[in-house]
């Protein structure tokens, strides 16, 4: 297995994975991952094994300790000297689920974090996978401002 940097060359295989793993309210745009790869690829991983992409996880760098619904439309609010790293989206493929791989990707994003000297992560969640966070170290901070999606949402971070 190995993770690396998405690139727009991956742009179709990462929206047919998202339209995969997420409603259609929730799942990013084939456009707003296009902006995503050209403003963050930085912070845009996937995992693959024997070349096969398995899933990715993504989010913008920014100075806000939570995250607003404006992040998710404007990549442009990335800001890579900010002290958080976001986590917008965690994808696997269905075939790939309940072996791992998700928890792969979270703790990479988090030593890539920590390796940038970032304050922590930030992320949203709805309430049934707080307990899921809470193992990685993250603490819930209650419901969030953000509505994206029409969908409730908890705030959690992990600070390091």
């Known amino acids: 297995m190995k993770f690396r940097n998405a690139t727009l060359d991956d742009l179709e295989s990462i929206h047919q994975i998202e339209t995969v793993c997420f409603p259609p309210n929730e799942a990013a745009s084939f456009d ?13 991983w996937l ?17 806000n300790k939570t995250i607003v619904d404006e992040m998710f439309a404007n990549a442009d609010l990335h800001n890579e000297n900010g002290s958080w790293q976001s986590i ?36 949203t969640c709805k ?10 170290g993250f603490i819930d901070l209650g419901i969030s401002k953000s509505v994206h999606g029409g969908e409730v949402w908890h705030d959690m ?3 390091f």
């Not at 707003?32 to 845009?44: A, E, G, I, W």
């Not at 995992?47 to 398995?54: A, K, R, T």
């Open 127 to 136: 309430d049934y996978l707080i307990p899921y966070y809470k193992k990685f």
């Open 157 to 159: 971070i992990i600070k």
């Open 47 to 63: 995992l693959e094994d024997e070349g096969q992409l398995i899933g990715f996880i993504n989010g913008m760098v920014t100075s």
């Open 32 to 44: 707003s991952f296009s902006k995503r790869l050209q403003v963050f690829p930085n912070h845009f």
């Open 88 to 123: 917008f989206g965690i994808a696997v493929l269905p075939a790939f689920r309940r072996k791992g791989y998700a928890e792969k990707l979270i703790n990479h994003l988090i030593e890539k974090s920590k390796e940038q000297n970032r304050t922590g992560v930030t992320l």
